[in-house]
């Protein structure tokens, strides 16, 4: 079954420091997202992508966020000076045209010391 | 701004008993997922219900959308330990983003 590879799979990153978190799609999917979950709590939307332009952001992804598919294949997630309160687990999803529901990775977990 | 709310938040059950999950959101959707997540792993998708009535069922969990009352339920039945983890249901709002619920955190006592 296709899936959505995220790596790194944990990255520890000092205070301030920008941090790459890199997903690869399926490969006929259109659509990527990428959402957080700071630990032991709900899963929270951050960014959806789509015909290499966001399409919608919440509030939390400010102006240290930023996602980009350089090469057609990733999708990245950058935060360019990070803080305490960014650790938390990032999933990275995707889905295709007409359909319904997302296609999870396996999460980067980043913490920030 | 679309909430979704879960109750309850923690559930611990026997094996074998009935258990209900609920899921509430505060805007008209159509459409509502379900996922699973065990402890420090991705979210699995359980079901996707696409319109008012629609009930799915797979082995021992059934979920059904009530859109009308805004409402969504995930029916456990006859559980087993291989049943715990953290179930939310996510209500999907505009084309390109889901509210995920709090969370159901469910353990299942042997």
């Known amino acids: 079954e296709p899936e959505v590879t995220q790596t790194p799979s944990h990255q520890v990153t000092q205070m301030g420091q920008e941090v790459i978190l890199r997903c690869v799609p399926i490969?006929?999917?259109?659509?990527f997202y990428w959402y957080r979950q700071i630990l032991g709590q709900k899963v929270e939307f951050l960014v959806s992508?789509?015909?290499?332009?966001?399409?919608?952001k919440s509030e939390i992804f400010d102006d240290q966020f930023s996602v980009e598919r350089p090469d057609g294949s990733n999708f990245t997630l950058k935060i360019r000076s990070t803080k305490l309160e960014d650790s938390a687990m990032y999933f990275c999803?995707?889905?295709?045209?007409?359909?319904?529901?997302?296609?999870f990775g396996s999460g980067t977990r980043l913490t920030v010391v | 701004e679309l909430k979704v709310e879960q109750n309850p938040l923690f559930l611990s059950m026997q094996e074998g008993k009935n258990y209900t999950i609920y899921c509430n959101y505060s805007t008209t959707s159509d459409r509502l997922y379900w996922y699973r997540q065990d402890p420090g792993k991705s979210l699995e998708s359980l079901f996707v219900?696409?319109?008012?009535?629609a009930v799915k069922q797979e082995g021992r969990l059934m979920a059904s959308l009530d859109t009308k009352a805004r409402l969504s339920t995930l029916h456990i039945t006859a559980a087993v330990h291989d049943l715990s983890a953290t179930y939310f249901c996510?209500?999907?709002?505009?084309?390109?983003?889901?509210?995920f619920g709090t969370g159901t955190r469910l353990k299942v006592l042997a």
């Open positions: 992508f789509y015909n290499n332009e966001i399409s919608e």
């Open positions: 490969s006929n999917h259109l659509y």
């Open positions: 219900l696409l319109s008012n009535g």
């Open positions: 996510a209500v999907e709002s505009g084309t390109y983003k889901y509210i």
């Open positions: 999803a995707t889905s295709g045209q007409g359909a319904f529901g997302y296609t």
